[in-house]
């Protein structure tokens, strides 16, 4: 695979990011559902915190550390991955300190589960999944743009 020329580069742009930061998000809702789970958010959070900056920063200098020739779907999917901790940092660290008994007393006093979507999840990790999501987007953009900067050989 070569670099993008400058017609094909913004819907280059467009679908690497798109395509990183939705794996980011997926690996990110796996890890906030095994949090919920396992209600282990503390012991996650505190894993995260330790590959927080070398994921990120191997997620960034990929394109530099691969061949060209096999940057094609492995690339985002990698840099995706790699991203993941960083966007799951924010709703961990709401969850870590959230009473595990507040979805059974919910549910044991008759909400239903989009009643408790509503009043209780929504509000508790509302800001930090927008702030997640905006977080995935930008490195994932800068994970893309990266990639124009990445030699030749």
């Known amino acids: 695979m070569s670099l993008p020329t400058t017609s094909s580069f913004v819907p280059f742009l467009i679908t690497h990011t798109l395509s990183s930061a939705v794996t980011g998000i997926c690996l990110a809702a796996l890890v906030l559902s095994a949090a919920l789970s396992t209600r282990q958010g503390g012991r996650l959070y505190t894993l995260l915190l330790l590959v927080l900056l070398p994921a990120t920063a191997a997620a960034l200098t990929l394109p530099l550390l691969l061949p060209l020739d096999r940057m094609s779907l492995l690339l985002p999917f990698l840099q995706g991955v790699l991203i993941g901790p960083a966007i799951s940092l924010a709703p961990l660290y709401r969850l870590k300190?959230?009473?595990?008994?507040?979805?059974?007393?919910?549910?044991?006093?008759?909400?239903t589960t989009m009643t408790r979507v509503r009043l209780l999840w929504l509000?508790?990790?509302?800001?930090?999944?927008?702030?997640?999501?905006?977080?995935?987007?930008?490195?994932?953009?800068?994970?893309?743009?990266?990639?124009?900067?990445?030699?030749?050989?």
């Open 97 to 111: 300190d959230a009473p595990s008994a507040w979805g059974y007393t919910a549910q044991e006093l008759g909400a």
């Open 123 to 153: 509000p508790l990790l509302g800001r930090p999944l927008a702030g997640s999501v905006c977080l995935a987007l930008a490195l994932s953009l800068l994970a893309a743009l990266g990639i124009s900067k990445a030699p030749l050989s």
